[in-house]
């Protein structure tokens, strides 16, 4: 079995996501508590929204222009059974355009 780091891409910022009213709020989470019942225990680490980043180099970091607004860690025994995880998931109800990536972990030899 492999692991899958899940992106939530997004052009909506998390805090324009966030600004909804309590009963949208309930609506979302419901959904996603849905989903990760369904992924069971699949679901590594259900994963946390993000917000607003800094892209850093060696000589200065600066606003980040990444779209990536949440994460989610899936165990799975291949990236197109992880791809299966995600298929109907919750954050394809974001407005905008809502995508998801999904990177295997890669083991590093002899750690």
Same mark, same amino acid.
């Given at each position: 079995?492999?692991?899958?780091?899940?992106?939530?891409?997004?052009?909506?910022? &998390?805090?324009?996501?966030?600004?909804?009213?309590?009963?949208?709020?309930? @609506?979302?989470?419901?959904?996603?508590? @849905?989903?990760?019942?369904? @992924?069971?225990?699949?679901?590594?680490?259900? !994963?946390?929204?993000?917000?607003?980043?800094?892209?850093? &180099?060696?000589?200065?970091?600066?606003?980040?222009?990444?779209?990536?607004?949440?994460?989610?860690?899936?165990?799975?025994?291949?990236?197109?059974?992880?791809? &299966?995880?995600?298929?109907?998931?919750?954050?394809?109800? &974001?407005? !905008?355009? @809502?995508?998801?990536?999904?990177?295997?972990?890669?083991?590093?030899?002899?750690?």
């Amino acid at each position: 079995m492999g692991k899958y780091m899940v992106l939530y891409r997004s052009p909506v910022s &998390t805090a324009e996501q966030m600004n909804v009213t309590p009963e949208q709020a309930k @609506a979302g989470m419901d959904l996603w508590t @849905a989903w990760s019942q369904q @992924a069971g225990s699949a679901l590594l680490d259900f !994963g946390m929204p993000l917000g607003e980043g800094k892209h850093v &180099t060696q000589d200065r970091a600066n606003r980040s222009r990444a779209d990536i607004r949440g994460y989610s860690i899936v165990e799975a025994g291949s990236l197109d059974e992880a791809v &299966t995880l995600v298929k109907d998931h919750p954050h394809f109800h &974001t407005p !905008g355009g @809502a995508s998801i990536e999904i990177l295997e972990f890669v083991p590093i030899p002899g750690m």
